[in-house]
């Protein structure tokens, strides 16, 4: 069967690809401005992405047309389809089918910490033995890849709150019924589809009705939006994360979370020694442990593999340390998700300063929704570069409360000189944006790899 897949570089619609490829069929692809890492897996697979969107990507006619949710009305592909009356369907639609059915289904779901959750219980997973499919918005150094068939009836899935299609605007997750769930968090976020929270809270409870008497749901309650979800009703049995006596719960044993004491009902279970950092990731290690134990892990054994888990690719992911600058790859993109990540470099105690470079490319950050919040995330940065290009909000009034270590720049370029001028040896550079940032990464590696004759200031 040839698919054709429209939008084949988002990270979710290149893992369909990738499951579809594995199940044998042939699959094609369109896209526009695709990057790595999601470029070199559908490269490395063997499936040929076409640039652009244009009719003729679509003759002779595929099979299947599978739709992303970033395709709207008017884009040239998606018209030739409904008017060559193709058959089409969208990626959670079609994952749902070809994939989940039928299968022992863990869906990790909240505004932030999805990618590494789900990673981390697809780790735990085969570490176990279990050999688990799945479907991440990343990819997991110790998995190799974003999606996998796998050898089992379990498959971990990164059940995003976004829109399905522009035919289908359910949130992606309703597609999935997992008979496990991990609800990590609740923030307002994706201004262009939620016009408030309110109507991302009724997105979740629609998740939770669909999830079995016979399964489980694991939650933070630690966030109270949560609890409200909960309360609406709530048919499962519910596991609390982030909470004593009565659920899971993690002790700090050393500052920077190096070393975590690991409680269930109180009662202390081992102790995970990691290479991780932060509150945020914290609370991750707590749900992927809960929900592995669900399906017949013991904690014991997902204590083991987290010890040994390396991270996902763009979630603080050390690039390299040009001059002994240290460069970091990060995809946080939301104020609560860039707080902790900054709290957690601060906490690891390096020498050198802490200088932040971050895109509001998103929607949501484009539009300003978070503009009174944002500045106060930055507060643990020694320097802050933002890229200010297409944003409808004035930068620099929002982040006035930094106190004057702010640097605006409308181009790449002039924002990797700024940066290579202010660095020296021993500072932090993070990168903060969800998207390729114009490529950045590797211009400050190259730029900052340059001998230096004086250090920034």
Not at 425 to 452: C, Q, R, Y
Request: contains cysteine; aromatic residues 6%.
């Amino acid at each position: 069967m040839h698919i054709h897949i429209l939008g084949i570089g988002g990270t979710f619609m290149a893992g369909v690809a990738l499951l579809a490829r594995a199940a044998g069929h042939r699959v094609t692809g369109s896209d526009a401005g695709l990057y790595p890492p999601m470029s070199t897996q559908l490269a490395d697979a063997g499936i040929d992405v076409m640039e652009g969107y244009a009719a003729e990507h679509l003759r002779p006619a595929p099979d299947q047309v599978v739709i992303g949710n970033a395709m709207t009305r008017g884009n040239p592909a998606v018209e030739y389809t409904l008017d060559a009356g193709l058959r089409y369907t969208s990626g959670p639609q079609w994952l749902a089918e070809n994939v989940l059915d039928r299968r022992w289904v863990l869906a990790v779901a909240g505004t932030h910490g999805k990618t590494t959750t789900a990673s981390m219980l697809a780790h735990i997973l085969t570490h176990a033995g279990l050999s688990p499919g799945y479907l991440i918005g990343g990819i997991a150094s110790d998995l190799g890849r974003s999606a996998a068939l796998g050898d089992s009836d379990f498959f971990v899935v990164e059940a995003d709150e976004y829109d399905t299609a522009f035919f289908d605007k359910r949130s992606k997750f309703i597609h999935y019924r997992p008979r496990t769930l991990i609800l990590n968090n609740l923030e307002f976020d994706h201004a262009d589809i939620f016009d408030d929270l309110e109507a991302i809270k009724r997105q979740f409870h629609h998740l939770i009705r669909t999830v079995p008497a016979s399964g489980q749901v694991v939650s933070n309650v630690a966030d109270a939006n949560l609890d409200d979800v909960l309360a609406r009703g709530c048919w499962t049995p519910v596991v609390g994360c982030n909470s004593a006596p009565e659920g899971w719960e993690a002790e700090p044993v050393e500052a920077d979370d190096s070393r975590l004491r690991i409680r269930l009902q109180g009662e202390t279970i081992g102790e995970l020694v990691w290479g991780q950092r932060g509150a945020h990731n914290r609370a991750n290690a707590l749900a992927a442990l809960a929900a592995a134990r669900h399906v017949g892990v013991a904690p014991s054994v997902g204590i083991e593999a987290l010890a040994a888990f390396k991270g996902v690719k763009r979630r603080l992911e050390l690039r390299g340390t040009p001059n002994r600058i240290r460069i970091y790859d990060d995809f946080a993109h939301h104020p609560t998700a860039i707080r902790s990540t900054l709290d957690g470099l601060k906490a690891a105690d390096e020498p050198g300063r802490l200088l932040v470079v971050f895109e509001p490319r998103s929607n949501t950050m484009k539009r300003g929704v978070h503009a009174e919040t944002l500045a106060a995330s930055f507060q643990r940065a020694d320097h802050v570069f933002v890229y200010g290009a297409d944003v409808d909000w004035d930068v620099d009034t929002v982040f006035n409360s930094v106190g004057g270590d702010l640097t605006r720049r409308d181009d790449i370029p002039a924002l990797v000189s700024a940066v290579t001028e202010k660095a020296r040896p021993g500072d932090t550079v993070v990168v903060m944006s969800n998207g390729g940032f114009g490529g950045i990464h590797e211009k400050l590696l190259e730029a900052l790899g340059a001998p230096m004759e004086q250090g920034g200031s």
